[in-house]
Structures are given as structure tokens and as C-alpha cells.
């Protein structure tokens, strides 16, 4: 299948400092390129990989499984550890999960989270019939494209597969039974009117990872997709500045890579 438009992967070399950026489920790289290009003009090395069975249909996401989605985003995340000196993770709803267990599975390999409207479970009470539905019905309507901003739009799917559905709760389950592992340094932003994902989400992140350093921002003006809404412009320098506090070799290096 060709892919939508902009749902391509994105990587772009820079300096000794790598961040790898995740989407969301159902939704692609479009959603994060923005927040990558930014990062890459102040002179950081970034990778945004395409999740199997994401960017072109629905359908094609159906059979693919979490476990699938982790291991492309390990791989990305090895691509950049190779290269770079440190590596921090920045991720969006789903790619959160994918994110807080790398960190749980990598330790101080990894150097710090950057979490947006992360979703760590579901507080759907039809979540519990998925076992059952997924063999009954191929998919219920979508999530993408909750976002504020006229205008914008989401690169996603108008329709939730319902097997993937089940593995993603499967993820969850994974994700929240490894979160004390997590001891990296976290910036979480939130948007209080999230459409797609509860603010318990982030209670549940905040509650249970084992972190110290821990930064917590509030995205007011934006719904889900806040990498593609108003509070976008905040979520980048925030995001700038709390990998330039944490590894001051990006701070240095922009002076090399800018334009």
C-alpha cells in the first residue's frame, strides 16, 4: 500500500545528541515532524520511524501486534544509540507507552523522557469486551485528529482496528507493571481537554514511575494531538530546553548545526 502523505519516516543527522521522536497509535509520523524538524534546526540528530501497520490503512494495521510497534522503535532507538553520545525519547499518546518501556527495558542508556498526553491505559469500560469484540467486529470509528487549532489536521486513520486495539491494552498492561523501573529524568505535558486520552493517564504515569527529576506542564489550549496545536510552539522549546539542561553538548553543538 503507498503511504498517506507525510506519513513517511523522518531522520535527519545533527550533532552528538539523538532524539527519538514516537507517534501515537493509528496515527504516523506526520504528527511528530514538526516537533522533529525543530529539534533537528537547533542542531540534534533526530529519527521518527514509521510503526508497522501505520501511514497507509487501517487495515493493514489489524494484524500487526505491540510487540511489533516496540520492536521498531528499539530499533530506531539502537540506529541512534550507535551514533550518538546520549539519547532522549520524545513520544505522543501511545508512542508514550513504547517510550516509558524503553526506558524501564534501556536504563541510562536512555537520558530522558519526553511524554505528551501519554496513554498508559483505558478508561473505556467497553475495554474489557475487546477479547470478545475483536472476533465480532473488524473495527469501531477512529481517534485521530483531536486537535484545537482550525485548520490543523492529523495523518491518521478514521477507523480503530479492533485486534490491534487489543494488543495496545495488552501494551498498557506491560507498560504500567514496568513503570517503577523508570528512573530517567521526565518532562510530561498534558492537555486537560484530551478527547482521546484521560488526564488519569498521566496521574498513572506520574504515580508510578520511580523518577526524581520530574517536570509536569499543562497544554491548555490544546486537545490530544498537542504537537500539532496551539500549546505546539510551547511543547518544542520546552522540550529543547530540558534536553539542553540534561546534556549540555546539544546546547553547545547548535552553534555547528544551525539553519
Known amino acids: 500500500m503507498p503511504l498517506l502523505p507525510g506519513a513517511e519516516p523522518y531522520r535527519r543527522a545533527g550533532g552528538p545528541v539523538g532524539v527519538l521522536l514516537v507517534h501515537g497509535f493509528t496515527g504516523s509520523p506526520q504528527s511528530m515532524r514538526p516537533w522533529a524538524e525543530h529539534l533537528a534546526d537547533a542542531g540534534l540528530t533526530v529519527s521518527v520511524p514509521l510503526l508497522p501497520g501505520h501511514g497507509t490503512r487501517w487495515q493493514d494495521l489489524q494484524p500487526t501486534r505491540w510487540e511489533d510497534w516496540y520492536a521498531t522503535a528499539e530499533t530506531a532507538f539502537e540506529e541512534l544509540a550507535a551514533t550518538c553520545e546520549r539519547v532522549f525519547v520524545c513520544a505522543l499518546s501511545m508512542g508514550g507507552s513504547l517510550a516509558l518501556r524503553l526506558a524501564a527495558e534501556h536504563g541510562d542508556r536512555i537520558s530522558g523522557l519526553v511524554l505528551v498526553n501519554p496513554s498508559v491505559r483505558s478508561d473505556n469500560p467497553a475495554t474489557v469486551l475487546l477479547p470478545l469484540l475483536r472476533h465480532l467486529l473488524p473495527s469501531l470509528p477512529g481517534v485521530a485528529g483531536d486537535i484545537a487549532l482550525p485548520g490543523a489536521a492529523e495523518v491518521g486513520y478514521d477507523r480503530v482496528p479492533l485486534h490491534a486495539a487489543w494488543s495496545l491494552a495488552r501494551l498498557w498492561k506491560d507498560v504500567r507493571t514496568g513503570m517503577p523501573s523508570v528512573?530517567?529524568?521526565?518532562?510530561?505535558?498534558?492537555?486537560?481537554?484530551?478527547?482521546?486520552?484521560?488526564?488519569?493517564?498521566?496521574?498513572?504515569?506520574?504515580?508510578?514511575?520511580?523518577?526524581?527529576?520530574?517536570?509536569?506542564?499543562?497544554?491548555?489550549?490544546?486537545?490530544?494531538?498537542?504537537?500539532?496545536?496551539?500549546?505546539?510552539?510551547?511543547?518544542?522549546?520546552?522540550?529543547?530546553?530540558?534536553?539542553?539542561?540534561?546534556?549540555?553538548a546539544a546546547a553547545v553543538d547548535a552553534g555547528n548545526h544551525s539553519g
Do not use: C, K, Y
Not at 494531538?225 to 518544542?236: K, N, R
Open 183 to 248: 528512573t530517567q529524568p521526565v518532562l510530561l505535558m498534558h492537555s486537560p481537554q484530551d478527547h482521546v486520552v484521560s488526564p488519569r493517564n498521566s496521574a498513572t504515569v506520574l504515580a508510578r514511575i520511580s523518577s526524581t527529576d520530574v517536570t509536569e506542564l499543562l497544554l491548555e489550549r490544546s486537545f490530544h494531538v498537542a504537537t500539532l496545536d496551539h500549546d505546539a510552539g510551547l511543547i518544542f522549546e520546552a522540550s529543547l530546553d530540558f534536553v539542553r539542561r540534561l546534556a549540555p
